[in-house]
């Protein structure tokens, strides 16, 4: 994977991250982002949906707070980011379109460790840093939100497709107007541009204004945030800090192992888990998306109830949340 970096200065470690992930071993497949977006049409996470589509050449709706109707979501029967670009074309006319999925990992055990793996080198176990993820997927000629600015550092990975990435000093925008933001293709003379295919990234630092381009064609690109958060002022916080799906918090992780079926686990993860209307397995009051099947809601009280259980008595999906806990919450394994 190649890497740009647009500021080298403000907590250069980020950009380093991607290093180990090439062509052959992406970071993620779109097939595996279609089927966490479908997730997120059903369950009840920390994460959002948001749909917006062209309304006139480059002019985009808005949404303004109300809720994505789940038609212009992707759908299991669309099978795949092609089916689900050519619904929404058919029914918005043509259209071009930003979709957008915030906190994906809440609804992917499999990304939510891959991610993990990735970021575990960042040492974010302190408390002062939280990682948010945001997935853009559209054929969307420039961000339909215009220029802007994040106040922290960021990573955007091109899972496929091309795009570009434009970058203004901040001294550049000063005094200009939020129509003028709204054009950033009337702006290029003044713009550091990056241009990425499938498989590179750009690093950039929290006070860089910018844009990104699309191009006109379909394509999925990946986010990484890395805000920086006060430090936590009750018990209370500082316990919901400690789940995974308050925001990404990256614990140390260890090594995932391959279990035995006699093996029985003991302890206790630092939260309760529960089952919510039978869909979704929950970690301190945010959602981890995992149907929740016969095995797993067992899993689920026998860990409550801090009684050992055999990896025998467990069905795939059991299995992959005792992988999570075991890595990064403190559930043991002994031989039985």
């Not at 609804?107 to 960042?122: E, N």
């Not at 939100?145 to 000063?174: K, M, N």
């Not at 149907?291 to 860990?303: D, E, Y």
Request: negative net charge; charged residues 20%; hydrophobic residues 40%.
């Amino acid at each position: 994977m190649w890497v740009s970096r647009v500021c080298p200065s403000h907590w250069a470690p980020a950009h380093e991250v991607l290093a180990g992930f090439t062509a052959d071993d992406p970071l993620f497949t779109p097939d595996a982002l279609f089927e966490a977006f479908v997730a997120a049409r059903e369950l009840s996470g920390p994460g959002a949906i948001y749909f917006n589509h062209e309304i006139e050449r480059n002019v985009f709706s808005r949404q303004r707070g109300a809720p994505t109707p789940k038609e212009q979501m992707p759908d299991a029967s669309d099978r795949s980011w092609g089916g689900y670009s050519e619904r929404i074309k058919t029914t918005f006319g043509g259209a071009r379109f930003l979709l957008r999925l915030t906190e994906l990992h809440a609804y992917s055990g499999a990304i939510y460790t891959r991610l993990c793996k990735l970021l575990a080198p960042l040492d974010l176990t302190d408390g002062k840093r939280c990682v948010r993820t945001t997935v853009f997927v559209g054929d969307y000629d420039y961000t339909p939100f215009g220029v802007h600015v994040d106040p922290y550092p960021q990573i955007q990975c091109v899972i496929s497709g091309t795009r570009s990435a434009l970058f203004w000093e901040s001294d550049y925008w000063s005094g200009r107007t939020e129509e003028e933001r709204l054009a950033p293709w009337n702006h290029l003379e003044g713009a550091h541009r990056v241009t990425m295919a499938a498989g590179d990234a750009v690093y950039w630092a929290g006070d860089y204004e910018h844009a990104f381009s699309a191009r006109g064609e379909l394509g999925i690109a990946l986010t990484i945030s890395f805000p920086e958060i006060p430090a936590a002022d009750t018990e209370v916080e500082q316990a919901r800090r400690r789940s995974a799906h308050h925001f990404l918090n990256v614990p140390p992780a260890r090594p995932s192992r391959a279990w035995r079926s006699e093996q029985l686990f003991c302890g206790h993860p630092s939260f309760p888990l529960e089952i919510v209307s039978q869909e979704v397995v929950v970690v301190s009051g945010s959602a981890f998306g995992i149907p929740a099947t016969p095995a797993l809601s067992a899993f689920v009280a026998r860990v409550n109830e801090r009684k050992p259980f055999r990896v025998s008595d467990l069905d795939e999906s059991a299995r992959e949340l005792v992988d999570v806990f075991y890595t990064h919450y403190g559930i043991e394994a002994v031989d039985g």
